[in-house]
């Protein structure tokens, strides 16, 4: 019985293998299942890409390249050139400081002292030579004579002086032209404040000979100096005028690698299925390095990667195979059936590895990726459906989509277009109820398919005049999907001995010979199972369970009844009760057989292992209370044991739902007035008193589910013992008495159908505690 509430999780991996050893009946299976997954890996991995052929410039292609692969291929010439247009728009750095204003100064009124001192004739033009360059004797001496004169040294002084302290702390450099050519600006860096100013516009600044030219401007406008004297100041102030701004190379150097490292390469972008170089075409350097790039890419005979995080990922989904999300082992598998899956994820893997090689030989890319859309991985997953129930089958579609989108060397859209189309064909395929149902379901569901490829589509952005193939596809897709469903699923009933869906639905026609021979030999027992069919049904589709195989397994779980019908009250018709001639012993035996019998049925007629699994679990190892009791009675020292079915207890919902239905249908005959509010808490009691047993731990039903099936069963049973009016009797003339049919539901024929019930313990009557009440002699069945 599962809680939600309370959880039995194994404590350690250890303990969760040696749980699902102990649960799961594969065997070696498990082995064959990891090899299989282990094989599909390696084939995932291996590439039968034909190598691209290579061809130099200026060659004549004597084929076409195509690309088989997305590809990102340098362009280094646009790289370069990209590079150089962004150093052309690093500014440089130039450094700005005040000390050759200072040197400026000093040397100015050195000149000054030594005009001023001019007394001395060639000895101070000596000294002036010295500082001014290239000038002669003469000039020397003419210059000096003009600088010591006092308005000359007052303008100089005064006027000149700040208006050049203020240039040169703006900034002044000695060429303008070597920060104009290719310059975005230029960045003023302070080396007295350390602080750095971007000058976007170099026009702006100023260089020594615009600033002399500005300064000789100024001289002309002073009417107060002579031709001479300002042709004095303009040559002593050329002479020795200084730049503020030096261009500092080495920061402007580091500054421009640091940004050309910063500069992405430039790619573009190598589709798969472009054509790189057509047949016959001289390929140009361009094509040639898209060829290097491609025959460089490529890759080798396997992708180990690949292989490793395909087989990885296969063995962490099929987990899901052996647990449940509660953390249960769920239902058992058995060799067979990991051996089923195994082949058919094998068959899938290869066929889908065929069909991508057989897609290559196309010219087309469109045809190939139309083979992968044409792959009828729906039908496959379709097919998974009508065997195992809703967990396993999802498990098995996320691995066979994931198998297929590996092989196909595709990406998420074509995992994300299979598993959608697998869940819908599955859908479907649940809900059919016979084969007609199913031919059918080809129509919604490739209309659901080519919903789902658009979906698909705009997530890879798949051009409008490609869709008509596409399409196509996903129709050839929907129909081999029926095909291979037909197809496939009478070999695997034959091989393997399933009940698929299409099984269970012929073994519900009232034309089968185990059904003919139910209905003429034991109606009463067909009656009951007809009745507990529609229980468990209801039952099932309530809480998510297999109702198809839960209603099939209800018609046929006391098909055992066969061998000895008289024995059992549903079939004695208000006769004589064998049973009180014979030992509680021998009594308990009769009972007991008709499960071993109907083992025996079941196979003989090849019902499947699922049914015949539900038919050795629908009593469990419940005690047989009646005769128990009985041999008490008679002075007998029973052991309980020998009066218990010999089980085991449901190991799956649908057998869990059988026990309950089994139990429910058959005892609510002993209620004298079945209203609703009694048999609500009849079924009440019978659910308690099989869950007190523990009859329901193996099994995986929540207390929730309980709710709904006693819901579902009171529904059902409240229809049945259904009360109708006593009509009016009819007075018709010349009719015999005896021909009148007595009143439908409290007349005679009530009084018939309260003679046929069996009896069951109610929640307190189970094991050793039951209560000390009996039903008359010829109810023989006790407990079911």
Not at 8 to 36: E, K, M, W
Not at 191 to 207: F, I, K
Not at 386 to 391: G, H, K
């Amino acid at each position: 019985m599962t809680q939600r509430k309370k959880t039995d999780n194994p404590a350690s991996i250890h303990l969760l293998i040696q749980n699902l050893r102990t649960h799961h009946r594969c065997g070696r299976a498990v082995c064959i299942l990891v090899g299989t997954l282990l094989f599909l890996s390696i084939l995932a991995g291996a590439s039968f890409n034909v190598m691209p052929r290579m061809y130099v410039s200026g060659q004549v292609a004597e084929s076409d390249v195509i690309a088989d692969h997305d590809i990102m291929v340098e362009d280094s010439r646009a790289t370069e050139a990209r590079r150089k247009q962004i150093l052309l728009l690093q500014p440089p750095v130039y450094d700005l400081s005040m000390e050759p204003f200072t040197a400026f100064r000093n040397k100015t009124m050195e000149i000054l002292r030594i005009a001023n001192e001019s007394g001395e004739g060639k000895q101070a033009a000596s000294a002036l030579s010295h500082l001014i360059e290239d000038t002669t004797q003469d000039m020397a001496e003419e210059i000096l004579a003009e600088l010591a004169k006092a308005d000359v040294q007052e303008y100089l002084l005064k006027s000149l002086m700040p208006l050049i302290q203020e240039n040169l702390a703006e900034g002044l450099v000695a060429d303008l032209r070597s920060g104009r050519v290719g310059r975005a600006g230029v960045i003023i860096r302070n080396l007295d404040s350390g602080a750095e100013t971007l000058r976007p516009d170099v026009g702006t600044l100023h260089d020594v000979q615009s600033f002399l030219a500005e300064i000789a401007s100024r001289s002309r406008q002073n009417a107060g100096l002579t031709p001479q004297s300002r042709r004095a100041v303009n040559i002593v102030l050329a002479a020795i005028m200084p730049a503020s701004l030096t261009l500092n190379r080495e920061a402007t150097q580091k500054r421009a690698e640091s940004l050309t490292e910063s500069v992405k390469p430039v790619y573009y972008q190598l589709q798969k299925g472009e054509i790189v170089v057509r047949k016959g075409e001289r390929v140009s350097r361009e094509q040639q390095i898209k060829l290097q790039a491609l025959h460089s890419s490529s890759s080798g005979p396997m992708r180990w990667a690949i292989t490793g995080g395909a087989f990885l990922c296969a063995l962490l989904v099929s987990v899901g195979l052996f647990v449940s999300p509660s953390g249960r082992p769920g239902s058992p598998l058995h060799f067979k059936d990991v051996l089923m899956i195994s082949l058919l994820l094998l068959l899938a893997g290869i066929g889908a590895k065929s069909a991508f090689l057989l897609g290559l030989r196309m010219d087309s890319l469109q045809l190939q990726d139309a083979f992968a859309v044409a792959f009828p991985v729906a039908g496959l997953v379709g097919l998974i459906a009508t065997v195992f129930a809703a967990r396993r089958y999802c498990v098995m579609g996320l691995l066979l989509t994931f198998f297929t989108m590996l092989m196909f060397q595709a990406d998420y859209t074509l995992f994300i277009y299979h598993f959608l189309g697998g869940m819908l064909g599955t859908w479907l395929m649940t809900r059919a109820q016979n084969r007609q149902d199913v031919v059918w379901s080809i129509i919604p569901l490739a209309i659901g398919q080519c919903v789902i490829w658009t979906g698909t589509a705009l997530l890879a952005k798949i051009s409008f005049e490609e869709a008509p193939v596409y399409l196509v596809a996903v129709c050839v897709n929907s129909i081999f999907s029926l095909i291979l469903l037909f197809a496939v699923t009478p070999v695997i009933e034959m091989l393997f001995g399933y009940s698929t869906r299409f099984r269970l639905m012929e073994l519900m026609n009232l034309e089968q010979p185990l059904m003919q021979e139910l209905m003429m030999a034991i109606p009463g027992t067909y009656h009951h199972s007809l009745v507990v069919a529609n229980m468990v049904e209801a039952g099932c589709k309530t809480i998510g369970a297999n109702s198809l195989l839960c209603k099939v397994a209800a018609l046929y779980h006391d098909v055992g009844k066969l061998s000895y019908p008289e024995y059992y009250i549903e079939n004695q018709y208000g006769g004589p009760n064998k049973h009180d001639k014979i030992a509680p012993s021998l009594s308990v035996l009769i009972l007991l057989s008709h499960v071993k019998k109907g083992i025996e049925f079941a196979e003989r007629y090849k019902l499947g292992r699922e049914i015949t699994d539900i038919i050795q679990q629908h009593h469990g190892t419940r005690l047989i209370q009646y005769f128990y009791q009985k041999a008490q009675r008679l002075g007998e020292k029973p052991r309980e044991p020998d009066y218990s079915y010999p089980g085991p207890r449901p190991q799956s919902r649908e057998a869990a739902i059988l026990m309950l239905a089994d139990s429910v249908e058959a005892s609510s005959r002993t209620l004298d007035d079945p209203t609703p509010a009694r048999i609500k808490g009849h079924i009440d009691n019978i659910i308690k008193g099989i869950f007190s047993e523990g009859q329901l731990d193996e099994s995986e039903l929540t207390f929730k589910d309980l709710h709904y099936l006693s819901e579902n069963f009171q529904r059902i049973l409240t229809g049945i013992f259904h009360q109708r009016i006593a009509y009016p009797e009819v007075k018709v003339a010349n009719m015999p008495q005896a021909s009148r049919a007595p009143a439908e539901g409290r007349g005679g024929g009530e009084k018939e159908r309260n003679k046929i019930h069996t009896f069951l313990p109610s929640a307190g009557e189970t094991g050793g505690k039951a209560r000390q009440r009996m039903t008359p002699p010829h109810s023989i069945e006790g407990s079911r």
